[in-house]
């Protein structure tokens, strides 16, 4: 299996930047894509943005221009830079992974999760 661990995650004011990672290990050659999720107090987790094994990315309309995902296969490391943060920002972020175990068969592993809070 693959196991995922973020970091970077803070206290932030409006208008600030932070850079969100994620390690993997284990059979990383298993992953297909990976990708942020958050979830903010009360409020469903929501897809932030992705970014496949080929280096395609997609991010979500709420974020897209302000964050920009990024991978490092060398490093087995994806990031998330996220500039001009907003109060609604707020949530805990978390690192995903689908991974190819079988011809048709995929499996989904998350990271424990880091808070990243925008107040002034």
């Known amino acids: 299996q693959v196991q995922l661990v973020e970091s970077g995650g803070g206290l932030v004011q409006p208008g600030g930047s932070l850079r969100l990672s994620c390690s993997a290990s284990?059979?990383?050659?298993?992953?297909?894509?990976m990708g942020w999720y958050r979830q903010a107090p009360g409020k469903e987790r929501e897809l932030v943005a992705t970014?496949?094994?080929?280096?395609?990315?997609n991010h979500a309309d709420a974020v897209r221009g302000r964050f920009a995902i990024s991978r490092d296969n060398a490093k087995n490391t994806m990031y998330l830079q996220m500039n001009s943060l907003k109060p609604e920002d707020t949530a805990v972020y978390y690192c995903?992974?689908?991974?190819?175990?079988?011809?048709?068969?995929?499996?989904?592993?998350w990271g424990q999760g880091t808070l990243v809070t925008v107040s002034p």
């Open positions: 284990g059979r990383t050659f298993t992953i297909v894509s």
């Open positions: 995903n992974a689908r991974l190819q175990v079988s011809i048709e068969g995929y499996v989904e592993v």
């Open positions: 970014i496949r094994s080929g280096g395609t990315t």
